[in-house]
T-cell receptor
Framework: EDQVTQSPEALRLQEGESSSLNCSYTVSGLRGLFWYRQDPGKGPEFLFTLYSAGEEKEKERLKATLTKKESFLHITAPKPEDSATYLCAVQAIQASGGSYIPTFGRGTSLIVHP | EAQVTQNPRYLITVTGKKLTVTCSQNMNHEYMSWYRQDPGLGLRQIYYSMNVEVTDKGDVPEGYKVSRKEKRNFPLILESPSPNQTSLYFC???????????FGSGTRLTVV
């Protein structure tokens, strides 16, 4: 069974204090790993897709990296507006060639204090 | 503006009264899906559609129906809602199944 575990569940940072969020996964074959940001009461907002180990993507203060077992979302010099829940999702290669149901982690709730 | 539009945003209904939550996207995306989000359980996929007239079950399909008669629309139907279907529902679409999704703003459903 595909599994996605995000840690920590919650993270409090001071403005400017860089840190990383972790997403560890167990799948038979990775088709894609996705990062989303979700603000309270809103739908998730797509950030990045990573397809293979070693791949990295950046957007403003965020940088996502991928290994064969986990992904990190690095936040450099965060600002209060970066406060949100960050979700990781994994899509596995299906041996039967059938459905591609992504598995979401439960998220990391990030609060950045001014 | 590229978006996924869900209606209604909020809905309170009684057990057993059929309801439909509409979802429409204006990006010509092939892939659409429905999720429910519950505290402690995260996002779980209910149904998905890979194209017009092609739908399949996700992880938690019991008690739900969908249809995809047009590429842009993917309504979620609860034939006989029950209190355990009280949840926050999201519709999402993507160009391909392994691309990132665009999510709607959500529908908060309460069944009493």
């Amino acid at each position: 069974e595909d599994q996605v575990t995000q840690s920590p569940e919650a993270l409090r940072l001071q403005e400017g204090e860089s840190s990383s969020l972790n997403c560890s996964y167990t799948v038979s074959g990775l088709r894609g790993l996705f990062w989303y940001r979700q603000d309270p009461g809103k739908g998730p907002e797509f950030l990045f897709t990573l397809y293979s180990a070693g791949e990295e993507k950046e957007k403003e203060r965020l940088k996502a990296t991928l290994t064969k077992k986990e992904s990190f979302l690095h936040i450099t010099a965060p600002k209060p507006e970066d406060s949100a829940t960050y979700l990781c999702a994994v899509q596995a290669i299906q041996a039967s060639g059938g459905s591609y149901i992504p598995t979401f982690g439960r998220g990391t709730s990030l609060i950045v204090h001014p | 503006e590229a978006q996924v539009t869900q209606n209604p945003r909020y809905l309170i209904t009684v057990t057993g009264k059929k309801l439909t939550v509409t979802c429409s996207q204006n990006m010509n995306h092939e892939y659409m899906s429905w999720y429910r989000q519950d505290p402690g359980l995260g996002l779980r996929q209910i149904y998905y559609s890979m194209n017009v007239e092609v739908t399949d079950k996700g992880d938690v399909p019991e008690g739900y129906k969908v249809s995809r008669k047009e590429k842009r629309n993917f309504p979620l139907i609860l034939e006989s809602p029950s209190p355990n279907q009280t949840s926050l529902y999201f519709c999402a679409s993507s160009l391909r199944s392994n691309y990132g999704y665009t999510f709607g703003s959500g529908t908060r459903l309460t069944v009493v």
